[in-house]
């Protein structure tokens, strides 16, 4: 008989475990998983979905595994408590205590009881509930899929008295002024999304690359096309009346493949002219006359305030892979190309033809060099520094901003504990600038 009371004992500590399991499955589960595992023709899987799906079901179903709990964890507990009872007590009866222990002996004969108590409860919280617990959040999908059909027997079954629970749990709630909440969905903002990619990377799922391309979509959303852009200092283009074969010997000096065509000046940009169509012109004998306004091709013109996420739309959209950046005035700020947004995501794609020259380069007496095209964001992010200032995107412009004036060679500026100098012009430009802390004390 005792052999039989153990035997139901676990088998009620099993059946506790699994109604835990179903209620944190019907949690934790990830929709798209399971979506995908339907699709392929899982029976169970579209089971899960129903309950996944419908807020409603979903609630059903963890009324149903609570159901479940209780009346298991009643009859562990008249069970459980009544064998162990029975097993302990003849431990205590003819147990000899002296005789100023004979106060004691009541407390002696609750004792089995006390003991019966602890064993079930340890049980039924060890194996009963915390191990299928844990168990269930390392896969909650794989188990949701072996729970599904007796599950959903055991609901069908229980139906009529689910359906009274949820309807005096709604009374309840609607006595003291709430109600059920209709919808599960989880909504995180996209710094609690980046947070849970640096936990992921911290874990090993994804790799430090994967995390950065990740931040970089998230960030896209906010960036303009002018802190993107090719400046138009920077714009290698051509006149509208060049002939064919100095713009032929212009794109075998460069590394480029799109120049854009201007009639008088770079504020006037008529078209762009592909290195595709200088080819097909060489190849055609109606073309030895052929200019840069002939072979011009139709721009894109963007102002310089629309968001690199609307351009990407326009280059979908016209199927082109370049820009023209107008400033406020309708004069030409710069060009953008579909390569500098994606670099945005990727980084850095440099050209088997560039000479690499990394923007920000630490030289061995700790001396930075900057190139002065270089975003104050990046310079931010590289150096650890917070240089603020809304009215430039380049550490160029920020140190212009600074000093008021046009700068010249070896100027400097004092910002959030760094030392910036003025080291090459480009003309006016400021092409480069060094970097050190102002605790170094540079000799000038």
Known sequence: MLVWSFLLILLLVMLNAFFVSVEFAAVASRRTRIEVLAESGVHSAAIVKTWLENPAARDR?????????????????????????????????????????????PLMAALPLFLSLVIVTSLHVVFGEQVPKVATLHDPERFALLAARPMRIFSVVFKWFVDILDWATRQVLSLIGLRMVGEHLTVYTVEEIKQILSESEEGGVIRTPEREMLDAIFDLGSLVVRQVM???????????????????????????????????????????????????????????????????????????????????????????????????????????????????????????????????????????????????????????????????????????GKLGRIPRAGDVVESDGVQLRVENLDGMRIAQLSLRPLNDNPSQ
């Open 61 to 105: 179903l963890i009324a149903a595994s609570q159901l479940g709990i209780t009346l298991v964890s009643l009859a562990l507990g008249a069970v459980g408590e009544n064998t162990f009872e029975a097993l302990l007590a003849p431990l205590f009866e003819n147990l000899a205590l002296p005789a100023y222990l004979q106060r004691l002996v």
């Open 230 to 400: 090719i400046p138009r200092t920077e714009i290698l283009a051509v006149e509208a009346d060049t002939p064919l074969q100095e713009i032929i010997q212009l794109t075998s000096q460069s590394t480029y493949t799109k120049f854009p065509v201007y009639e008088d000046s770079p504020d006037q940009i008529l078209g762009i002219v592909h290195v595709k169509d200088l080819i097909r012109a060489l190849q055609s004998p109606d073309c030895e006359s052929c200019t840069a306004r002939t072979l011009a091709r139709e721009p894109i013109f963007v102002p310089e305030t629309i968001s690199v996420n609307s351009l990407l739309q326009q280059f979908r959209d016209n199927r082109q892979h370049i820009a023209i950046v107008l400033d406020e005035f309708g004069g030409t700020a710069g060009l953008v190309t579909l390569e500098d947004l994606l670099e945005e995501i990727v980084g850095e794609v440099s050209d088997p033809f560039d000479s690499i020259t990394p923007e920000i380069q630490t030289m061995p007496d700790g001396l930075i060099l900057i190139d002065g095209l270089t975003l104050i964001e990046e310079v931010n992010q590289h150096l650890k520094l917070d240089l603020q200032d809304p009215d430039y995107d380049t550490i160029a412009g920020y140190v212009l």
